[in-house]
């Protein structure tokens, strides 16, 4: 084989000496509910094109994270930036941010009374107003590349969930996310539909799609993963590539969960 050293088109190949410009920056965010401290302290930068993959016990804060991330939750001190803009209260700037931060979440949450094609054409025409003709002609392409062009048509009930949770990936990248965020996007799925939707995230990590993805699927982090991201009781643990951590976990509560999972 040639002894060049390729840059690699697979994420968990990039060799890490060229610094990302940094896409999500989270710097000290603390929330409570009631009187559960549910993110103590988290710092996290994730770079352009990186791909992150959180991982934890259940009731760590992940999706709590995922959802401040979004603004779907309030924080109570810290920041969180966005491509350098930092996360705005309300209002119609929360609307652009949403745009620009996708997120898939277990359900799959589609518009059960609208097509697969309307459901994907919606956001696009009413916050990124585009003509009619110019959505309909990127969910056709949105549709293909998630694999479920045949279904156009038909409504959300008719499809599989596999299909539902890829029809909800093409309509967040309708909308042009600089940062798509996945909260256990398979686990609501039957087992032999899960590997459908890892490979269109696998797909989209390979081209290079700033990502944040909440998992149980071992594979698809060490597969897909720059870098894991482990927390527990609100707090981020420990932080290495799927090598580091899968081979040599630091904490006791990483072994502990690893323990338990592998
Ligand atoms: P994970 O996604 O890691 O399982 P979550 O972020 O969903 O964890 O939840 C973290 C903790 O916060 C859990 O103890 C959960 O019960 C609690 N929690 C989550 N959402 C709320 C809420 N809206 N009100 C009160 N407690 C909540
Ligand atoms: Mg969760």
Request: net charge negative.
């Amino acid at each position: 084989m040639d002894d060049v050293k390729t840059s690699s088109a697979v994420p968990g190949d990039r060799t890490p000496d060229t610094p990302r410009e940094p896409m999500v920056v989270i710097d000290g965010v603390n929330k409570h509910f009631g009187d559960l401290h549910v993110l103590r302290d988290i710092n996290l930068t994730v770079g352009r094109g990186e791909v992150v993959v959180v991982l934890g016990p259940s009731g760590s804060g992940k999706s709590t994270l995922c959802r401040a991330i979004n603004r779907l939750e309030t924080i109570e001190s810290g920041t969180i930036s966005i491509d350098g803009k930092q996360l705005p209260e309300e209002g119609k700037p929360l609307a652009q941010l949403r745009a620009d931060v996708g997120m898939v979440f277990q359900s799959f949450n589609l518009f059960a009374h609208k097509t697969i094609r309307d459901n994907v054409t919606l956001g696009p025409i009413k916050v990124r107003k585009k003509s009619k003709s110019e959505a309909d002609q990127q969910a056709t392409q949105l549709l293909e590349r998630v694999g479920v062009e045949a279904q156009a048509d038909k409504y959300p009930a008719q499809l599989s969930g596999g299909q539902q949770q890829r029809v909800a990936i093409a309509r967040s990248l309708a909308m042009g996310p600089k940062v798509m965020l996945f909260d256990e996007p398979t686990s609501a799925l039957d087992p032999e539909m899960v590997n459908e939707v890892l490979d269109v995230m696998v797909g989209l990590a390979k081209e290079g799609m700033t990502m944040i993805v909440v998992t149980h699927e071992m594979g698809f982090a060490r597969k897909a993963a720059d870098r894991v991201v482990f927390m527990a009781d609100g707090q981020i643990v420990e932080v290495g590539t799927p090598q580091e951590f899968f081979t040599s976990p630091k904490s006791e509560r990483a072994k502990d969960f690893l323990g338990k999972i592998l």
